[in-house]
């Protein structure tokens, strides 16, 4: 397995749980658990993938990226009982999913010599749709849109690193570990010390 595949299987395995925990809060069955969790876990890759052009879709030419999902999910049904703030193990797995998936997107738009901007374009849509996708269909309010929080903003910055980091000459996994550290380091800041970008409040019209 090389780099690039190691980081889908790792974003894969983990999307799948936060997939799955969010569906044992909607209180679905296991069937619903492994239809989130797919989605979750394949969501931002498969839209990444159809954007570069990518042929075939990663999971359709490695089918066993769904069998992981659907593992995780089964496990996610049968232990989730177990855990004492489920929500919380979701915005920490959530995290290091993102992070992981950024470094993904990013390393398929790389090797594929994509301009800066589409890489940093493609790290930010495989971090963030996956989870898009879950939070909508299960109607809880998307961790991407939660206010007070960064989320968009650390999947740009992880990109945005990566892509540095290859103009200075740092190639393959350095700079794309180099983006998962720059992006969960910021995530992890925001939920712990509440770091966030400046909100847009309305002021009353001037009279």
Same mark, same amino acid.
């Given at each position: 397995?090389?780099? /690039?595949?190691?980081?889908?299987?790792?974003?894969? %395995?983990?999307?799948?749980?936060?997939?799955?925990?969010?569906?044992?809060? $909607?209180?679905? !069955?296991? @069937?619903?658990?492994?239809? @989130?969790? +797919? /989605?979750?876990?394949?969501?931002?890759?498969?839209?990444? &993938?159809? %954007?570069? !052009?990518?042929?075939?879709?990663?999971?359709? #030419?490695?089918?066993?990226? @769904?069998?992981?999902?659907?593992?995780?999910?089964?496990?996610?049904?049968?232990?989730?009982?177990?855990?004492?703030?489920?929500?919380?193990?979701?915005?920490?797995? !959530? *995290?290091?999913?993102?992070?992981?998936?950024?470094?993904?997107?990013?390393?398929?738009?790389? *090797? %594929? &010599?994509?301009?800066?901007? @589409?890489?940093?374009?493609?790290?930010?849509?495989? #971090? +963030? %749709?996956?989870? /898009?996708?879950?939070?909508?269909?299960?109607?809880?309010?998307?961790?991407?849109?939660?206010?007070?929080?960064?989320?968009?903003?650390?999947?740009?910055?992880?990109?945005?690193?990566?892509?540095?980091?290859?103009?200075?000459?740092? &190639?393959?996994?350095?700079?794309?570990?180099? +983006?998962?550290? $720059?992006?969960?380091? /910021?995530?992890?800041?925001?939920?712990?010390?509440?770091?966030?970008?400046?909100?847009?409040?309305?002021?009353?019209?001037?009279?």
């Amino acid at each position: 397995m090389n780099g /690039l595949a190691a980081l889908d299987f790792a974003a894969v %395995l983990v999307f799948a749980l936060t997939g799955a925990l969010v569906a044992s809060r $909607a209180q679905l !069955d296991l @069937i619903g658990f492994a239809f @989130i969790a +797919c /989605l979750t876990a394949v969501g931002g890759g498969t839209v990444r &993938d159809l %954007l570069l !052009d990518r042929h075939p879709v990663f999971w359709v #030419g490695q089918p066993y990226y @769904i069998l992981i999902a659907v593992a995780a999910a089964v496990v996610v049904f049968f232990t989730a009982h177990l855990m004492e703030s489920r929500y919380n193990w979701l915005i920490w797995l !959530d *995290s290091f999913a993102l992070s992981i998936a950024v470094a993904a997107g990013t390393g398929a738009a790389l *090797s %594929l &010599d994509q301009p800066g901007t @589409i890489v940093v374009l493609m790290g930010v849509c495989t #971090g +963030c %749709l996956g989870g /898009l996708m879950r939070d909508v269909v299960c109607n809880e309010v998307p961790l991407v849109l939660k206010q007070g929080q960064l989320y968009v903003s650390c999947a740009f910055a992880g990109a945005l690193v990566a892509v540095f980091a290859t103009r200075l000459g740092l &190639d393959g996994l350095p700079a794309l570990g180099l +983006c998962a550290l $720059a992006c969960w380091s /910021l995530r992890a800041g925001s939920l712990l010390f509440g770091w966030q970008l400046p909100v847009y409040k309305a002021r009353p019209p001037r009279q």
